[in-house]
């Protein structure tokens, strides 16, 4: 049996309509409305996909049943959507690949590939194949790489931990000044006069933690982040140099008391006593009460409450051992005074634990100490009165007494200051900066101590202290909470991509019904009606031919078939050819 296998007279047959076909009369609705229905439909679904992911978007994901049932949702739609495109794409194919079958003529083993490559994606390796037909590869490409976007979609929205703010009101503990009983000081009350005594160890004990954190003391700590402002007025100090005549009376009895003691003195730290004033010599500073710091506290100065300390840091070094030094030595003198003031204090509590407490405070009033006032404790004046004093007083038990050393011998510096003792930064000797620098230097230090000492007694943890009440503040109140975080970005890049591709195929697919005049498949019914050939009955005349077992014979792959309509050329009407 001879085949003939047409070559250059096919590529002279103009593969045209007959009349009777009517062009156009045989696009069936289906094709069209695939593709068309398709398109739209993933359209409509990509942008429910926004819109779900939009409406999620900053909500709360504390519930797990919502996240999963928000991530199949996304999950569905995305798979879907591009399921719909690559029904349209699929669909536009088929309408082209038709129109490559009509134009010219094609091995069987090249049909196989074209008919099954939406199916198997193994079909691509036939590079020369696809090199000849790039429109039908680009569509065959696009229907195969639609669902790779999938992979990205659902990944635009997650569940992270977000910063939530919120603003409401904050009960804060407190220990107020006008506190009466004993959590400040000890008071005696005879007829109608209130007596000072002494400091309580309410107060005692945060003021020895104060200095040594050399920070405001940890507030009631919190599960979310506070952020919170608070006002008040209540005790500070101010720290200036002293005046001249203090200075000159105090250098002039400590150079005194030097030469009784047989030393050099490098910090004195006091408050006025009787015996302080013109006249005063270096017994004033060598009695025993004065240098073990049993005096804390100024009953003498009628405008404000003192605390006077006097420096001579020559020769001294950072750690208080004695350094060479060439020249007389510079002393300097500052005065620390009680004063009134108004705080506006600023906290943030950390859920973490870490806290921050800062304050500025502007001079109200000078206030002097009282060994008594008229009253009693039940008057909120005098218990302010007393209670302010008690933390003048332990302000100055924590920076009075001498720091001393031998001139007869190179023994340890003495030191009877609880607060150099007990705060090395607080040590007023520093390297790098002079006498002037060190004594401004200090002046700062001691004034953010009192601060310190006034914030950690009001509002500070104290173990076996408790608070005295508390005060509203307005707070902002940070947490963080898991909530849906969406990246419109990265969806609408994906999708507007496939959209695009997506369009172009659809193009391709309208440009080829039109070009066909009529829509097409690739189903075994559209086979087996354009292979109505005798030739093919030869061609496959064998009976192991005829079982459609792999792997296809060599002559039947290698045969060349023309599929399309001829009717006007081929006298058998038939609608392919070998």
């Known amino acids: 049996m001879r085949i003939w296998r047409p070559e250059k007279a096919y590529e002279n047959v103009v593969v045209s309509e007959v009349k009777e076909?009517?062009?156009?009369?045989?696009?069936?609705?289906?094709?069209?409305?695939?593709?068309?229905?398709?398109?739209?439909?993933?359209?409509?679904?990509?942008?429910?996909?926004?819109?779900?992911?939009?409406?999620?978007?900053?909500?709360?994901?504390?519930?797990?049943?919502?996240?999963?049932w928000v991530n199949r949702a996304g999950t569905a739609?995305?798979?879907?959507?591009?399921?719909?495109?690559?029904?349209?794409?699929?669909?536009?194919?088929?309408?082209?690949?038709?129109?490559?079958?009509?134009?010219?003529?094609?091995?069987?083993?090249?049909?196989?590939?074209m008919f099954s490559i939406l199916q198997n994606a193994f079909?691509?390796?036939?590079?020369?194949?696809?090199?000849?037909?790039p429109a039908l590869a680009f569509l065959a490409a696009v229907t195969w790489l639609l669902p790779i976007a999938a992979i990205f979609t659902p990944g635009t929205i997650s569940v992270q931990p977000v910063l939530v703010t919120e603003n409401g009101t904050l009960q804060v503990p407190?220990?107020?000044?006008?506190?009466?009983?004993?959590?400040?000081?000890?008071?005696?009350?005879?007829?109608?006069?209130?007596?000072?005594?002494?400091?309580?160890?309410?107060?005692?004990?945060?003021?020895?933690?104060?200095?040594?954190?050399?920070?405001?003391?940890?507030?009631?700590?919190?599960?979310?982040?506070?952020?919170?402002?608070?006002?008040?007025?209540g005790p500070a100090v101010s720290c200036q140099p002293s005046s001249v005549r203090d200075f000159q009376l105090a250098k002039q009895a400590i150079a005194e008391f030097e030469n009784m003691t047989d030393g050099r003195v490098f910090y004195y730290g006091w408050v006025p006593q009787p015996g302080w004033g013109p006249g005063v010599n270096g017994s004033f500073f060598d009695s025993t009460d004065l240098r073990i710091g049993n005096f804390r506290i100024d009953f003498q100065s009628q405008d404000a409450a003192r605390v006077f300390v006097y420096?001579?840091?020559?020769?001294?070094?950072?750690?208080?051992?004695?350094?060479?030094?060439?020249?007389?030595?510079?002393?300097?003198?500052?005065?620390?005074?009680?004063?009134?003031?108004?705080?506006?204090?600023?906290?943030?509590?950390?859920?973490?634990?870490?806290?921050q407490v800062t304050a500025d405070h502007t001079f109200q009033n000078w206030m002097a100490a009282y060994s008594?006032?008229?009253?009693?404790?039940?008057?909120?004046?005098?218990?302010?009165?007393?209670?302010?004093?008690?933390?003048?007083?332990?302000?100055?038990?924590?920076?009075?007494?001498?720091?001393?050393?031998?001139?007869?011998?190179?023994?340890?510096?003495?030191?009877?200051?609880?607060?150099?003792?007990?705060n090395p930064p607080l040590f007023p000797s520093q390297p790098g900066l002079n006498q002037t620098g060190m004594t401004l230097r200090l002046s700062t230090l001691y004034e953010d101590l009192a601060q310190n000492i006034t914030l950690s007694m009001l509002y500070g943890v104290l173990p076996g202290v408790d608070y005295s009440?508390?005060?509203?503040?307005?707070?902002?109140?940070?947490?963080?909470?898991?909530?849906?975080?969406?990246?419109?970005?990265?969806?609408?890049?994906?999708?507007?991509?496939?959209?695009?591709?997506?369009?172009?195929?659809?193009?391709?697919?309208?440009?080829?019904?039109?070009?066909?005049?009529?829509?097409?498949?690739?189903?075994?019914?559209?086979?087996?009606?354009?292979?109505?050939d005798p030739s093919f009955s030869r061609l496959i005349a064998d009976e192991g031919d005829l079982q459609g077992a792999e792997p296809v014979p060599r002559h039947i792959r290698e045969a060349e078939i023309r599929l399309g309509r001829s009717a006007k050329v081929s006298a058998s009407h038939a609608s392919s050819w070998l």
């Open 469 to 532: 009440g508390q005060t509203d503040a307005a707070v902002i109140k940070s947490t963080f909470q898991p909530r849906f975080v969406y990246q419109p970005r990265t969806l609408l890049v994906t999708y507007g991509v496939s959209t695009l591709f997506a369009f172009i195929c659809v193009v391709m697919g309208v440009h080829a019904l039109l070009h066909n005049g009529a829509s097409y498949t690739n189903s075994f019914s559209t086979i087996v009606r354009v292979t109505r």
């Open 21 to 68: 076909f009517q062009r156009l009369h045989h696009i069936h609705w289906r094709a069209p409305t695939v593709m068309g229905v398709s398109f739209l439909g993933a359209v409509v679904l990509m942008a429910l996909h926004h819109t779900l992911y939009q409406t999620v978007d900053g909500q709360p994901a504390t519930a797990a049943v919502i996240q999963s």
């Open 174 to 233: 407190q220990r107020a000044y006008t506190t009466a009983g004993q959590l400040y000081c000890g008071t005696a009350i005879q007829n109608d006069t209130t007596t000072y005594q002494s400091l309580a160890t309410g107060l005692l004990n945060p003021t020895f933690a104060t200095v040594l954190s050399n920070s405001v003391l940890p507030v009631p700590a919190s599960s979310m982040n506070l952020t919170y402002d608070l006002d008040f007025y």
């Open 77 to 113: 739609l995305a798979f879907v959507s591009k399921l719909c495109l690559a029904i349209g794409t699929g669909v536009a194919y088929d309408q082209w690949m038709w129109v490559d079958l009509h134009s010219k003529p094609h091995q069987v083993r090249s049909l196989d590939t």
């Open 311 to 355: 420096l001579n840091t020559t020769g001294v070094d950072a750690k208080g051992g004695r350094a060479p030094f060439v020249g007389t030595p510079a002393a300097q003198m500052i005065t620390c005074a009680l004063y009134n003031a108004s705080y506006a204090a600023h906290f943030e509590v950390k859920s973490t634990g870490e806290q």
């Open 372 to 422: 008594t006032v008229n009253g009693t404790t039940e008057d909120p004046l005098v218990t302010r009165q007393m209670n302010i004093q008690a933390v003048m007083e332990a302000f100055g038990m924590m920076i009075v007494g001498p720091v001393t050393f031998s001139n007869v011998n190179q023994g340890p510096t003495t030191n009877s200051v609880y607060s150099l003792s007990m």
């Open 123 to 133: 079909g691509f390796l036939h590079l020369r194949l696809w090199s000849m037909r």
